[in-house]
């Protein structure tokens, strides 16, 4: 089953919904991505505590657009192409037909508007019904209940909790542990 996951990450198709395109995320992002990473709220709710330099970022983006293990998308506002923030399939396990899903919006400006979860089920259809995986699984810290409800209403899961993943700010996050499967019900 190696062959068709990886052909239909390579690139990722572009996806269209009601009021987003999702277009493989690539170095022509660049500016957009370094802004973002530059969000506290968005360090916070990705339990990010590196700080990124350009030129970094830069590789990656050229490393992932030719990466045949993951698909990036850059989550692009239909009616203005307005940069909304990413999201990933990576983590690929070819032999189990499973990947590990994460979405990331730009700033709170866009938050609480549906984009994340019209991204999320877009890309959920298309690992699914396209890339023929069998298990996408993610996590969520607990200071996002934000976050969990959208990924429950797009029918993940709750597996499990990892205590204490994430030290920020002086205190101990937990990790709430979701999962999808194909035969699962999607909303």
Do not use: K
Not at 6 to 30: F, K, N, Q, S
Not at 163 to 175: F, K, N, P, T, Y
Request: glycine residues 6%; contains cysteine; proline residues 5%.
């Amino acid at each position: 089953m190696t062959a068709p996951v990886t052909a239909a990450l390579t690139p990722p198709a572009t996806l269209t919904t009601d009021r987003l395109r999702l277009v493989p995320l690539g170095p022509e992002h660049l500016d957009d991505v370094m802004a973002a990473l530059q969000h506290e709220e968005f360090q916070r709710l990705t339990g990010t505590h590196a700080h990124f330099r350009r030129a970094d970022v830069e590789r990656h983006l050229a490393r992932v657009a030719a990466a045949d293990d993951r698909a990036d998308w850059a989550i692009l506002r239909a009616d203005d192409s307005a940069y909304l923030g990413e999201v990933v399939l990576n983590s690929l396990d070819a032999p189990n037909r499973s990947m590990n899903f994460r979405i990331a919006l730009s700033g709170p400006d866009v938050v609480g508007r549906g984009y994340g979860t019209e991204a999320t089920r877009a890309v959920v259809q298309y690992a699914f019904d396209v890339v023929r995986l069998h298990r996408l699984s993610l996590g969520v810290y607990a200071f996002n209940p934000r976050a969990r409800r959208t990924y429950e209403n797009c029918g993940f899961v709750h597996e499990g909790t990892e205590r204490h993943a994430l030290h920020w700010e002086g205190a101990w996050v937990d990790q709430h542990l979701m999962g999808m499967l194909a035969t699962d019900p999607r909303a």
